[in-house]
């Protein structure tokens, strides 16, 4: 973001501003401590793999059988194997380099810096009746020109944010587990986290920042020494759903209704500016104020 705007999360801006050669209409904004900090999830990931052995991390799997042989013997699991830098110059440095939301109804489209600002990434979401056409699959090929469709009467902003997408792109499923909750993460010497426990929409930007915190909380249960035998592994295990499921499965509701909160698809609320910005705030701040060790201290007081 650019320096003289640190501690800016998101700028939420009117997506029907209809003159281009001025900014969009800023309705409301959302701060907090650290402000918005992107970056590139693989190489993100290039970088975590680093710290564990090679024969430890598995990417691309999907699991098809666990298998628990007794309460002293292995767990087996078995798996099925099988725009960026003329960005600044199209749409001004504020627009380029610091993280925006166009708000509309049944749409929104967000824009934010990743790679130090070498990239600006654009996620354009529009609600749709249609039928995923392959529930296997959580991504299927389209084109810009459908993008520019599905936001026809958006203002100009949008229309120019949209008409630098490569002309080939991907439409991405938004699935969550709202309806369809885990009744619990552990089960035995076998745990959940992340997305196979608590699958959420992606509008609080927070579901990777979630697994992460399950990773802190379990990495605190397993290395205390009474975790270190089946029956202390069983307790563990427990102790880690009964603290991170209620926070959890919160966020997969709140993404859910935040969603519909940025798409005026509310029946309480609608396109009220100032009540989709009180209630915005109020839900981020439950989850940015979430604190590490406030949670390894609460799971350890159950287990």
């Known amino acids: ?44 990931l ?14 691309c799997k999907r699991v098809e059988i666990v298998e628990e042989s007794d309460d002293q013997g292995p767990v087996t699991l078995y798996f099925a194997d099988g725009i960026k830098s003329h960005a600044i110059a199209e749409l001004g ?28 990434n654009v996620v354009a979401f529009a609600t749709t009746t249609k039928e995923w056409p392959d529930i ?3 991504t299927c090929a389209s084109t810009k020109q459908d993008a520019l469709n599905d ?6 902003n949008v229309t120019h944010i949209l008409s630098l997408l490569d002309e080939d792109v991907d439409i991405w499923a938004i699935f969550d587990m709202l309806d369809h909750p885990a009744s619990t993460y552990a089960k035995g010497r076998k745990v959940i986290i992340g997305d196979a426990a608590h699958a959420t929409s ?36 427990k102790a880690f759903d009964l603290c991170r499921r209620p926070r959890t499965q919160w966020l997969v509701a709140s993404s859910r209704r935040t969603g ?8 309480d609320i609608g ?25 390894t201290t609460e799971v350890m007081d159950k287990f």
Do not use: C
């Open 1 to 44: 973001m650019s320096e003289g705007r640190k501690g800016l999360y998101f700028d939420f801006l009117d997506g029907f501003h209809k003159n281009s050669s001025e900014p969009s209409k800023v309705l409301f904004s959302l701060h907090n401590d650290e402000g918005s900090n992107s970056v590139h999830r693989a190489h993100f």
């Open 46 to 59: 290039d970088e975590m793999v680093k710290f564990v052995p090679n024969d430890i991390a598995a990417f």
């Open 93 to 120: 440095e504020d627009m380029a380099v610091n993280s925006k939301m166009h708000l509309g109804p049944d749409g929104h489209i967000l824009t934010f810096p990743v790679d130090k600002g070498k990239t600006m």
């Open 136 to 138: 296997h699959k959580s």
């Open 151 to 156: 936001f026809t009467g958006w203002g100009e």
């Open 202 to 237: 992606p509008h609080h930007g927070s579901g990777a920042g979630f697994a992460i915190e399950d990773s802190a909380v379990l990495a605190g249960l397993l290395a205390t020494p009474a975790a270190k035998t089946p029956r202390g592994l069983r307790a563990a295990f």
């Open 260 to 267: 519909e909160l940025y798409e005026q698809q509310t029946q």
């Open 271 to 295: 396109a009220d500016v100032e009540k989709i910005a009180a209630e915005a705030h109020e839900r981020f701040e439950k989850i940015w104020q979430g604190g590490i060790k406030q949670m």
